[in-house]
């Protein structure tokens, strides 16, 4: 309209629209201001390549649309009849309106993709960290467990030494039943098993929960140790925390059951909890508020589900039952 030299709005959009010398420079300066707009938000395309291909080829076919639809309606929009004119506006609007939801649309549900690749990336790093830490675990039990068997040896030789009904003799009879009595741990035949067992065997006698378990593993296991830790450890974690809420110690309990039955592996633990965890329909009461909690139980359905499995938790007389069952084939 500058150019024209013109302050009607019908006579600006004659002069961009005619070939000719106020065309070609409308042209250079809307495309112009266009590159430029991209190299100014060239910092926000690292984002846009983030997306999965669907969703970009989804993308790419709106703003392609929008661009060839936007130009039928701006030519609709200068013609000489009002009522086009008209209907070509409100078109225009609702078809933007209706890509923008389009693309919040795409962003939202990417959003949801990454979120979930994430956890699952979380999770399977997480899964993979309790499998090392329970492997050194379980090196470290086997090291002590042999050096409590030396030291126990010593001691009987020694107490074959001393004389009989001597105080020497008599301390060293006590530090013998100590040492028998510290040295029952799990011996299932899965390292794993015996790792996660034993070390929640202490975390349960200091915070003064009754912890018993009974393992019948008669068949190898061909269940990866990620995956036996990412389902046996959450159990007994959530039933460790579950009890500790409770303020009777005398009413707390972890039982654990390991068990074999055709091609299947089964995980049972039971543990005492102070209120019904289940809200309506069946789905738990999520008590973990901080950053990176919550995601146990989703642990262990993935998990399960991978060895064509399924979780099965239930509320009976103030016991939550938690029953895990993978298919234990190669």
Same mark, same amino acid.
């Given at each position: ?7 009607? +709005?019908?006579?600006? &959009? ?8 106020? @065309?070609?420079?409308?042209? =250079? ?5 266009? =590159?430029? $707009? ?10 846009? @390549? ?5 969703? $970009? ?42 890509? $923008?939801?389009?693309?919040? /649309? ?55 030494? $001393?004389?009989?009904? /001597?105080?020497? #003799? ?8 100590? /040492?028998? @009595? ?18 929640? =065997? ?38 460790? #925390? ?10 707390? &309990? +972890?039982? =654990?059951?390991?068990?074999?039955? #055709?091609?299947?592996? &089964? &995980?049972? +633990? ?30 262990? @359905?993935?998990?399960? #589900? ?25």
């Amino acid at each position: 309209m500058i150019i024209g030299q013109s302050q009607d +709005v019908f006579h600006g &959009f004659e002069l961009m629209m005619k070939t000719g010398t106020i @065309r070609t420079i409308y042209t =250079v300066i809307n495309k112009a201001l266009q =590159v430029s $707009l991209f190299f100014l938000l060239g910092a926000q395309y690292e984002k846009i @390549r983030q997306f999965d291909k669907r969703y $970009l080829g989804i993308l790419f076919g709106i703003t392609t649309s929008c661009y060839i639809i936007m130009s039928i309606l701006l030519s609709l929009i200068m013609t000489d009849s009002l009522f086009v004119m008209q209907i070509a506006i409100v078109v225009s609007w609702i078809f933007i309106m209706s890509c $923008l939801v389009a693309i919040i /649309t795409i962003i939202s549900i990417h959003s949801k993709y990454i979120k979930k690749e994430r956890e699952t990336v979380m999770i399977s790093l997480t899964n993979e960290l309790m499998e090392r830490n329970y492997q050194q675990l379980h090196k470290n039990q086997r090291l002590i467990a042999k050096q409590v068997h030396d030291f126990t040896n010593h001691l009987k030789t020694l107490k074959g030494m $001393l004389d009989k009904d /001597t105080e020497a #003799e008599q301390y060293v009879c006590k530090l013998l039943a100590i /040492t028998y @009595r510290e040295s029952k741990l799990c011996h299932s035949g899965c390292d794993v098993i015996d790792a996660i067992i034993n070390c929640k =065997v202490s975390e349960a006698t200091a915070g003064h929960i009754a912890f018993t378990y009974k393992v019948q593993l008669p068949e190898p296991i061909h269940i990866s140790s990620v995956d036996i830790c990412a389902v046996l450890s959450n159990q007994i974690d959530n039933a460790l #925390e579950a009890c500790a809420n409770i303020p009777n110690q005398q009413e707390r &309990f +972890v039982q =654990v059951t390991l068990w074999q039955k #055709e091609t299947f592996l &089964f &995980f049972k +633990v039971i543990n005492s909890v102070l209120v019904n965890p289940f809200i309506a329909g069946n789905t738990l009461i999520s008590k973990k508020k901080e950053s990176g909690h919550g995601l146990g139980l989703i642990n262990i @359905r993935d998990t399960v #589900e991978k060895y064509n499995g399924t979780l099965d938790n239930q509320f009976s007389g103030n016991q939550f039952i938690s029953i895990a069952m993978m298919q234990n084939t190669i």
